[in-house]
């Protein structure tokens, strides 16, 4: 079982200040001395930043521009086909670059006169709750580095390829960038760390890997699914669950493959309905009774 928070490959910083960035061991970068050198020296970008200042700029190379550039082509049919309108409308709205990676002061001049949303940089993991509280003030802690060049199409560790095509272009759907407030102002509502826990795993199985019925079809709207073409081609052949929060708040996933299953809204207003009006309510009490519902109905086993 992981946590959402080993998503992320641990940042150490030095005392001569170089930055090391530590990947999992069947991280395709793992060998690649170049490429571990450039995530040292992204995240040591973000590690010296403070908030109030400008973004960091980062000066990405061709090889980075290709990689953006090879994921966007290969996803954006998929999105027309695969994706939910409520985020291929989204996607057009904002209008991202394809031929190039955009910095993160671009998605935000896009972004904010849209749905009013901020992206700020991250080194790589953002403690839980910081990141949902950021969420709660329309603000998206952003990584900056690209995935491996050798595995462009799917990657367990989120980049800025996930967080900008899969995020940033949901959060400029109103209605999308409504709940995901929601969810961060959950965050500032509950105490113990089981309800909080509740809370990012039904953020996970909705606005990470929802999925949702339109025109019949079972079409993506979760950032997880939407940034990577592996997990477009293979999610309409997942198990499909209808919207329950007691198992999505507990079900066990595994980040490190595409997603077996999914859960599936019947339309926008079902998600808001249901998932949306439990951010907006959900407190500690809220969680536990959610979490003994899933105990009592064998979901989940006992703690
Ligand atoms: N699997 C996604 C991708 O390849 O873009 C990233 C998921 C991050 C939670
Ligand atoms: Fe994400």
Redesign the pocket.
Known sequence: MFE?GQ?YSPVTQHDDGSVEVHLSDNHPGRNDAHYLARRGEIAGAALAWTRGEPIPVIDYTDAEHEIWRTVSHELAPKHEKYAHSEYVVAKHALGLPTEHVPQLHEVTERLEPITGWTYIAAPGLVPLRDFYGDLGAKTFNSTQYL?HGSEP???????I??EV??HGNQLASPRFARITEAAGKASLRVETDEAMKFIADVFWFSM?FGVMREHGEVKAYG???L??T??MDEFGHMEHRALDLADMGTLNYD?THYQPILFCAESVDELEDVVGTFFDEVDDDLAAKLRAEAVERGLVEAP
Do not use: Q
Not at 153 to 159: C, G, H, R, V
């Open positions: 959402e998503l995935r199409l799917y990657t367990p560790e989120p980049d390829i996930h095509i899969g990470e950032a997880g699914i940034s990577s592996g997990e980040i």
